[in-house]
């Protein structure tokens, strides 16, 4: 292992989205505040979520988790695609670090990403609600979870992409899409039938879930079951990118 | 002797082209070695897969002994590249720059990083943010990201090009310093007279092939022809004797050039014969063939 490699990388890749904090971690924390905004006010009266817990309150988790994903994936896309589309990628490549160095660097760097606006976006919440803690643990593991894939798939996606508009693409087509069907802004039971078991198939819903029970203690799957296929889809996501790292592909040809 | 770089049956294709086709040759510890050939020769292709850039698609490479691709960490810690582009990372400032690259091959010493700006003159850059530098600074910056862990080996591909001559000068200096220091270096370039005035041995590409590899003097000497310049009191030579009409290689502001080969032409009777024929000159001087003139007899091409 190459220690002080990894810590560099890591430490490259982190202080790269501080040095543009104000964008990188601030932006999110305002985007989520109007959502708030505007969807807390205008659907606190018509929606109904869990018996006991306000619409907002509700909300609240499933924002923080859209953030924390979002900002870890394109944490790790836009810094590694705009070190392939410029060259500046041979000085990482050149050095002694292997492809799960790469990875750790990269993706530790994208849940940092992830845990620091998840961080701004709950303080900033605050000012509309406060919400109870019923186990701080199951909140840590599902956001680090949850920024892990992301993070991965943002390595994956950068590799894959030949120009900005493969990242968006991934972004808008895929990650989007996925984020918003998965219950951030809805409970899935309420959804007709089909929508309902649609979601199921959406590995996202199992994030924004299992997040939502670390704050309330309820879910609307067993949270040992949506820690299992967080954990499964983590390690699969993680797995074909530490793949596509060691065969090099699109990056040592 | 280990041989600082050895290169065994290289063959890389990309889709039907062979960019590098069989090279098998060794570069020696403490050489300071030319690699030259033609654009799109394999020059650039060779050196990345030294570097792990681009996987060979067959044969082998070891740096200081050690496999590129099963003993990678030892070979890219042995190995220092300069890349041919001038990329930089726009985040950065020359000296987060050096430090990041030494961090990555685990060094943590900063005195190396101070004495390597000093040295490239980039002391007062150190703060600048590298989008900010013009070229030559850009090239500077990048021989002192490939020397930050002090590698045995150091490649540099066409260092020199679009670099003003004194810039140049500054980095000639500097590279014979580091060979001084025992680095083995490895240099590409398209200015003849630069890899002539440099390097001790030498390795022309042409094709993915190899066609030459010799020490500088040894390629010097296979060159078979000289130069005979005259210069003449007379700008009339429409009555050159017809053995001499064949070996006129230019004449220019009454500068005659003779092409003369070295085992066949004697230089008195073409003199003597030039006299009878009443061609008088003020001055003459030969010139050997350059590096240069190797070079196209070995590829066929006008340019490195
Ligand atoms: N990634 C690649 N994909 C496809 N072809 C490539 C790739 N890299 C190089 N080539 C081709 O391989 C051949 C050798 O290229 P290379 O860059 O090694 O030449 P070179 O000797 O460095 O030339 P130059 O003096 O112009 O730098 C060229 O025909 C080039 O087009
Ligand atoms: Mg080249």
Redo the contacts between chains.
């Keep these: 292992m ?4 990894l ?3 890591f ?2 890749e982190v202080w ?1 989205f501080v ?1 543009v904090g104000v964008q990188t971690i601030l932006t999110p924390v305002i985007t989520v505040l109007l959502y708030l905004l505007v969807f807390g006010s205008v659907l606190e009266e018509h929606v109904q979520v869990y018996p006991g817990i306000s619409y907002i309150a509700f909300l609240v988790p499933g924002l923080i988790m859209m953030s924390v994903i979002q900002n870890a994936f394109s944490n790790s896309s836009s810094s590694l695609f705009q ?1 392939k589309m ?3 990628i ?9 492809s799960g160095e790469f990875y750790l660097a990269f993706v530790g760097a994208s849940v940092v990403r992830g845990l620091l606006v998840g961080l701004g976006v709950w303080v900033a919440a605050l000012l509309f609600v406060t919400l109870p803690i019923y186990s701080f643990s199951i909140l840590l593991i599902f956001a680090i979870l949850g920024s892990g894939v992301l993070g991965a798939l943002g390595v994956i996606a950068s590799v894959w992409a030949d120009k900005w508009d493969h990242i968006s693409a991934f972004q808008n087509f895929a990650i989007l899409p996925l984020t918003f069907l998965s219950g951030v802004f809805y409970r899935i039971e309420n959804l007709p039938e089909f929508w309902e078991q649609l979601s199921y198939y959406n590995p996202f819903f199992y994030m924004i879930d299992g997040f939502r029970y670390g704050f309330f203690g309820i879910s609307e799957v067993d949270v040992s079951i949506s820690l299992m296929i967080v954990s499964v889809f983590f390690v699969v996501v993680s797995l074909i990118c530490l793949w596509l790292l060691h065969i ?1 592909y699109k990056i ?2 | 002797m280990l041989a600082a770089v050895n290169i065994s049956q290289l063959h890389k294709q990309f889709g039907n082209l062979h960019a590098v086709s069989g090279l098998d040759f060794e570069i020696p510890k403490g050489s300071f070695f030319g690699l030259l050939g033609p654009n799109g020769a394999g020059k650039s292709t060779l050196i990345n897969i030294m570097a792990g850039l681009v996987r060979a698609s067959s044969g082998s490479v070891s740096i200081m002994g050690y496999d590129v691709r099963h003993n990678w960490r030892q070979a890219r810690q042995s190995l220092g590249v300069v890349p041919q582009e001038l990329v930089v990372d726009p985040f950065f400032t020359v000296s987060e720059m050096l430090r990041l690259q030494a961090g990555y091959f685990g060094c943590k010493s900063s005195a190396w990083i101070e004495e390597l700006l000093d040295i490239l003159n980039l002391t007062d850059k150190a703060n600048t943010n590298l989008h900010e530098l013009s070229g030559g600074m850009k090239r500077r910056v990048l021989i002192a990201q490939a020397l930050v862990h002090k590698p045995d080996v150091v490649v540099l591909d066409e260092p020199t090009a679009g670099v003003d001559v004194e810039l140049r000068q500054v980095l000639w200096k500097f590279i014979k310093q580091l060979h001084q220091n025992g680095h083995t270096i490895v240099l590409t370039t398209h200015y003849l007279e630069e890899a002539e005035a440099l390097c001790d041995k030498l390795a022309i590409i042409d094709n993915g092939k190899l066609v030459a590899l010799d020490t500088k003097t040894a390629l010097l000497a296979r060159a078979s022809d000289r130069f005979l310049c005259l210069n003449l009191n007379n700008s009339d030579i429409s009555h050159l004797p017809h053995l001499i009409k064949s070996k006129v290689e230019s004449f220019i502001d009454n500068q005659l050039v003779l092409r003369l080969d070295k085992a066949q032409d004697e230089i008195g009777s073409i003199l003597e014969s030039l006299l009878a024929v009443n061609i008088r000159f003020s001055d003459l001087h030969i010139k050997e063939a350059s590096l240069e003139d190797v070079f196209i007899s070995l590829t066929g091409k006008e340019k490195a």
């Design positions: 190459n220690w002080y490699g810590y560099t990388l430490g490259k790269r040095k070190s410029t060259g500046s041979v000085f990482m490549l050149l050095p002694p670090l292997s090099g040592r040809n």
